[in-house]
């Protein structure tokens, strides 16, 4: 593999206090040099990042790649293309997949599929429960050993969704025994926080906009009561749990309330609901259906605040891409769920930067950083020795989404049409480059020779 320079960008990590422009060297797979103007060796790759921004690659903690089972709606190399292509050089996918991934084999075919597609990682989530049916504690130890890096509850399993008795975690008992049992193997148990009893049935978010639509509404309140027992049960087991999504004011409060006792929670929000309200589903459109639903304008503005000071600590994109005709159905009936890889970037910079709330390096931290902090994830960092895992993107690009040129499967995006703010350049794994966007890669060789001709 020949070495590469990125030349010229801002070098952006916030883990090592770097704002610079310089040039960014990457051999062996590792971060060989950084400096003002690196001489290198003769024959590197050179990419041109003047104007852009070269930061450690995102990491998404949370994203559904449909494989095995659902082969036709994603599949491991689609969904590690589509994150590459979204400035994404590591993804951790759940494991609501048919058979559930809730054993050492079902794992280590997940770590083989994400090695042949050679584009963006993808680290295995393991289930909580066998078969995700909440009753007995799947085999944590085997499944790290096999390579998962968490737990999770996440996700209908596939072959019930149509039965609708997917369910995460219940019972307070099993959770407990998760957390105390995944503390064994420092991994986090990653929790979809839904009272289903208060939940069922339900579509959109419970408020006005339901009782107009004359659709059931899910209350703030499935969630929080989730939320509140999940911290307890941390302070009480002494492990880490993660809480998926979160989208409530209700439930950042709480967070911050478990964070000031010192309780080992973290959690994550999503593009989505840090852009979109439930106004979005006044035309019923499904593609503005998900779960945990799009909540008000207040709740909007809770975890924009809360994702400035730190309160959720990283974005993630709950990527669950979904089949066309499946979301053609009516709006309760429909599947939940839209794809974000390939928008999350764009949606972050659009609704976060560019509103004042975070900086490109606030943002860098929550989309990289502390993804691979908080996961014990390679990544993350720019320093010298680190994997070679670097997003190039361009803070200024306009663009408009266009689902149709997604490399994922899926198409199902609310922000179709929409103008956003921010693109992914090129994104570099180990080293190598898995994606790239119009930016050209000179060889070093080759301007010498120029040089020497001309
Ligand atoms: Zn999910």
Redesign the pocket.
């Given at each position: 593999m020949k070495p590469v320079l990125l030349s010229g960008g801002t070098l952006l990590d916030p883990s090592q206090n770097l704002n610079e422009v310089g040039d960014l060297l990457l051999a062996d797979g590792e971060i060989a040099a950084r400096g003002g103007a690196i001489e290198g060796p003769d024959d590197a790759d050179v990419i041109d990042c003047d104007g852009l921004i070269v930061s450690p690659g995102f990491i998404d903690v949370?994203c559904?790649l449909r494989e095995p089972g659902r082969e036709d709606v994603e599949t491991i190399a689609t969904g590690a293309r589509a994150a590459a292509a979204g400035g994404f050089t590591a993804v951790c996918a759940?494991p609501n997949t048919d058979p559930v991934t809730d054993n050492q084999a079902s794992v280590g075919f997940i770590v083989r599929q994400a090695q042949r597609a050679a584009a963006a990682r993808v680290y295995p989530i393991g289930a909580i429960s066998v078969g995700q049916e909440g009753k007995v504690l799947a085999e944590f130890g085997e499944m790290v050993g096999a390579g998962a890096v968490a737990v999770s509850d996440?996700?209908k399993p596939v072959a019930s969704a149509q039965l609708d008795d997917g369910k995460p975690v219940a019972s307070a008992q099993l959770m407990r025994t998760a957390l105390e049992y995944a503390r064994t193997f420092k991994i986090p148990v990653i929790d979809?926080c839904e009272e289903p009893t208060l939940s069922d049935g339900g579509s959109m978010n419970e408020g006005i906009v339901s009782a107009q639509l004359g659709l059931k509404g899910i209350p703030a309140e499935a969630e929080e009561i989730m939320v509140i027992r999940d911290i307890l049960l941390a302070r009480l087991s002494g492990g880490h749990v993660h809480l998926?999504?979160v989208s409530t004011k209700g439930s950042v409060e709480l967070i911050r309330w478990g964070k000031e006792r010192g309780i080992n929670v973290t959690a994550e929000a999503c593009p989505h609901h840090l852009s979109l309200t439930e106004e979005s589903v006044r035309d019923y459109d499904t593609n503005a259906k998900m779960n945990p639903p799009l909540r008000t304008a207040k709740d909007v503005e809770a975890l924009r605040e809360a994702v400035k000071d730190g309160t959720i600590d990283l974005i993630a994109t709950?990527h669950?891409p979904h089949h066309y005709d499946e979301k053609e159905r009516e709006f309760a009936d429909a599947p939940n769920?839209i794809v974000g890889l390939e928008t999350a970037l764009a949606v972050a910079v659009t609704n976060l930067v560019e509103e004042g709330y975070l900086t490109f390096s606030d943002l860098v931290d929550r989309m990289a950083c502390s993804p691979a902090r908080l996961f014990k994830l390679p990544g993350g960092s720019l320093k010298r020795g680190a994997a070679a895992d670097v997003t190039v993107f361009d803070p200024k690009a306009r663009w408009k989404v266009d689902p149709s040129r997604f490399l994922s499967k899926g198409r199902n995006s609310p922000y179709n049409g929409m103008i956003l703010v921010g693109r992914t350049a090129c994104t570099i794994v180990a080293g190598s480059v898995v994606y790239r966007s119009g930016i050209p890669v000179r060889s070093r060789e080759g301007e010498q020779m120029n040089r020497a001709r001309g």
């Open positions: 949370h559904h759940m996440d996700g979809h998926a999504h709950d669950a769920g």
